[in-house]
């Protein structure tokens, strides 16, 4: 059984909408699609925010052929 998954993930971030567009254009050419909405990240010195970006979640869909329903996601853990 074939079955579409995301095969790729990748989040690409710009200082100026347009720098955003043109990254964002860049990975659609290579066969991403925008996951969600754009969003801005702050960037925090002395917890007051000095800096933003903006930023677009890409993925890339592909076939994966006998994909086990019970496949589960590698444990991670974040930090604190």
Known sequence: MQTMKIIEYRTV??????????NVNALLAQGFEPYGSP???ENKADGVANTSQMAQAMVRNGLR????PQETLPQTSLAP
């Open 39 to 41: 969003y801005l990240c």
């Open 13 to 22: 971030t710009a200082d100026t909408g347009a720098s955003l567009d043109k």
């Open 65 to 68: 052929e006998n994909l086990d």
